[in-house]
């Protein structure tokens, strides 16, 4: 739901809770600190209301909150919809369009160091000290809200195999999170667009073969991120799977090699990842073994109490 709207509701069942927790060493000068990330979405599907009775809507919210340990935070609240129109009843394709409007806030620590020797406030390091010595409570905060668009293709390619893209934009009007007045107060975030792709397909009755892809561009920033991922059916009669993979991630100077393992269970999934980073910069951003990622998912499905017809007895004359 962070990386598209549109991907609100998209799945088969009535609720879906995940999270994703990241965890990594990060250098900056003289002191190693904590890079962490927290990740948590909800969100729903409600049939009956669209053009067609196939169609659906979906609504949900993301909370994200990511930094420096408790020096610098970035925190993020997205409530999101989304609409389903199915275009082929009979393969049950669908195009999702999802919006959202969130929350962003960027929160400063006590850490005069960290102010003065990066210039995140205004680039003079005086100014830093001033502004920190001026905050109330030893935090400087500033919030902004934040709008994204999103679309989402779902569609069969096959008897077994199956194709999701998506497209998003996020930053659409700029907002300002600067943390002070200074030099940067007119320089807003710069719009984010965000592509990504999918591809399932059954090799036998056993093995899923499942790549992906996710491209982000803001400005002159950019990364590719690619994925190539194994589901090894293991107990049909319960329906778990195992999942393994490798997968790349190119951002400028940085590159990272990824090593993922997860399981299905019916409507629970769980997945862990191992992100090294190597490359010009890598010394600057990971001190220690890498980033470890966990995430979970579970998907709740309320069926409805059927309702028997009454049935009619003709008495034997």
Not at 56 to 75: C, E, M, P
Not at 175 to 196: C, D, E, I, K, W
């Amino acid at each position: 739901m962070m990386l598209n709207p549109a991907n609100t509701g998209g799945f088969y069942g009535t609720a879906r809770a995940s999270a994703v927790i990241r965890d990594q060493d990060w250098q900056t000068a003289s002191e190693n600190q904590e890079y962490q990330m927290l990740n948590g979405s909800v969100d729903v599907n409600i049939d009956g209301i669209g053009l067609k009775k196939e169609d659906w809507i979906s609504a949900g919210v993301n909370f994200g909150r990511q930094g420096l340990t408790a020096d610098y935070t970035r925190t993020e609240i997205y409530p999101s919809i989304a609409y389903h129109y199915v275009l082929d009843k009979k393969t049950m394709s669908d195009i999702a369009i999802g919006f959202s409007a969130g929350t962003i806030i960027n929160s400063l620590g006590q850490s005069p160091d960290l102010i003065t020797r990066n210039g995140i406030l205004t680039g003079n390091a005086q100014d830093g000290l001033d502004i920190f010595n001026t905050a109330q409570n030893g935090r400087i905060t500033s919030n902004a809200t934040d709008y994204s668009v999103g679309v989402v293709l779902t569609t069969p390619t096959g008897k077994y195999s199956g194709l999701k893209l998506g497209l998003s934009m996020r930053q659409l009007f700029k907002p300002n999170v600067t943390l002070s007045g200074g030099n940067n107060r007119n320089q807003g975030l710069s719009r984010n667009l965000t592509a990504f792709g999918i591809y399932s397909t059954d090799i036998n009755d056993r093995l899923t073969f499942k790549p992906g892809f996710v491209v982000n561009v803001q400005n002159s920033a950019r990364y590719l991120n690619l994925q190539t991922n194994f589901g090894y059916l293991l107990n049909p009669d319960k329906d778990i799977y195992l999942n393994a993979g490798v997968g790349t991630r190119v951002l400028t100077d940085i590159n990272s090699l990824l090593l993922l393992v997860g399981a299905d269970i019916r409507d629970f999934k769980v997945g862990l990842s191992y992100d090294h980073h190597f490359g010009a910069m890598a010394g600057s951003i990971a001190n220690g073994p890498g980033a470890v990622e966990l995430s979970v998912a579970k998907i709740f499905k309320i069926h409805k109490k059927p309702e028997p017809q009454p049935i009619l007895l003709c008495p034997r004359l």
